[in-house]
C-alpha cells in the first residue's frame, strides 16, 4: 500500500493557538492561477475576502512568501494563510492545568468551552487557549468532550505520539468516570448498567436510542440525593455521542441545564452562563504508554447544581 506523502510544515506561525489554514490545490480543473481556485473554493468567506488575502501578500506558499494574485495554477501545490476569526462571545472561566509533563497536558475544562476549534468556535476553545497559554504550539487533542461538559481532558504534546494515547481510548484503556446532577427518583432501581443502541445523525442536534445491537454501555449509581436532586457517578464502557445524557435521560432522570434532553429547547442566549449542563468529567485514569506510568487525575470543579441548589433552583 502506497503511503501518502505528508505535507510540509506551516510556513505561518499560529495565532491565538490557531493553526493556519492549508490548502492542497487539486489535480484536474480549468482554473488558470491559484487566485481564481480560492475565489470559487472558499465562496463561503464573503466578497472580496480572497483577493485581499492575495492584494495584502497573506497568502503563502512551502517557502512562506507570498503567493503573488497572478501565479498559475499548479496542481498538487500548498499554500497557506489565515482565515479572520469570527466573532465569539469570551468564555469568562479559566482552563486549569491538572498535569504536564514532556508528553501530555491534563487540562480541566470549564463548561461552555469548546475542545477543540469547529464551526463558530474557534479561538474560544480549550485547545487555542493552551496552546496560546502554554507556548505549546504541537499540542493536539487526544479525545474530546462536548463543549457543555466539563473536565479532564487529555492533549499531546509531540505530534509523533498523538497516535499512542488516541488508541488508549480507542481500545477503552481508559478509565473514565463522570458526575452528574438530575432529578430523584425513588422509585429508580440503582446501581445498573445501562445498554442500548444510540444513533447520532448528522444534522440532527439529539441523538437517539434505536432497537438493535447494543453499542453503547453506561454504569450508573446514586451517590447521594437532597431537595429532590439526585447526585450520580457514572462509568461509560463506550463513547457515543451524549451517550450519557441519552442513558440517563431514558431513565427518567435527565441532566440538568440539558438543552436537549428530553427535549430539544435550543441553546441559552450568547453570554448566557448560568446555567451550565450539570455534567462533568470526574477522573482520568490509564497507564501512560510512551513513560509507562500510572495515572490517576481528578477534576477539582464542582457542579454547580449540587453545591448551591438554592442559587441554582432561584435562576431561569
Do not use: C
Not at 504541537?138 to 463543549?147: E, I, M, V
Request: hydrophobic share 40%; net charge neutral.
Amino acid at each position: 500500500m502506497r503511503r501518502r506523502t505528508p505535507p510540509p510544515p506551516a510556513p505561518l506561525p499560529q495565532r491565538l493557538g490557531v493553526d493556519p489554514v492549508r490548502v492542497r490545490l487539486p489535480v484536474g480543473g480549468a482554473w488558470a492561477t491559484v487566485r481564481e481556485h480560492l475565489v470559487e473554493r472558499l465562496t463561503g468567506a464573503g466578497p472580496g475576502v480572497v483577493e485581499g488575502l492575495f492584494d495584502s501578500g497573506l497568502v503563502v506558499g512551502a517557502d512562506g512568501r507570498p503567493v503573488a494574485p497572478d501565479a498559475p495554477y499548479e496542481p498538487g501545490m500548498f499554500v497557506w494563510f489565515h482565515r479572520e476569526l469570527p466573532d465569539e462571545v469570551p468564555v469568562p472561566f479559566t482552563v486549569e492545568v491538572v498535569y504536564r509533563d514532556a508528553h501530555i497536558v491534563v487540562a480541566d475544562k470549564p463548561h461552555f468551552l469548546a475542545t477543540t476549534p469547529r464551526g463558530t468556535h474557534v479561538a474560544e476553545t480549550a485547545l487555542a487557549r493552551l496552546r496560546h497559554e502554554l507556548g505549546i504550539p504541537t499540542l493536539t487533542a487526544a479525545h474530546r468532550l462536548d463543549r457543555l461538559t466539563a473536565g479532564l481532558v487529555l492533549f499531546t504534546v509531540r505530534p509523533e505520539e498523538r497516535g499512542a494515547y488516541q488508541t488508549l481510548f480507542q481500545d477503552r484503556r481508559v478509565r473514565k468516570e463522570y458526575e452528574a446532577i438530575g432529578p430523584y427518583d425513588p422509585s429508580l432501581r440503582l446501581p445498573r448498567t445501562v445498554r442500548s443502541r444510540i444513533v447520532k445523525e448528522r444534522g440532527v442536534q439529539a441523538a437517539r436510542e434505536v432497537e438493535g445491537e447494543p453499542n453503547a454501555e453506561t454504569y450508573v449509581e446514586q451517590v447521594g440525593h437532597r431537595d429532590g436532586l439526585g447526585r450520580y457517578r457514572l462509568l461509560p464502557a463506550t463513547g457515543q455521542t451524549h451517550q450519557l445524557r441519552v442513558h440517563l435521560n431514558a431513565l427518567g432522570v435527565p441532566i440538568l441545564g440539558d438543552p436537549l434532553y428530553p427535549e430539544v429547547t435550543g441553546p441559552a442566549p450568547a453570554g448566557d452562563f448560568r446555567r451550565p449542563l450539570q455534567l462533568l468529567a470526574r477522573r482520568l485514569e490509564f497507564t501512560d504508554p510512551v513513560t509507562g506510568a500510572g495515572h490517576a487525575f481528578v477534576s477539582g470543579r464542582v457542579l454547580q447544581a449540587w453545591s448551591s441548589y438554592d442559587t441554582w433552583a432561584g435562576e431561569g
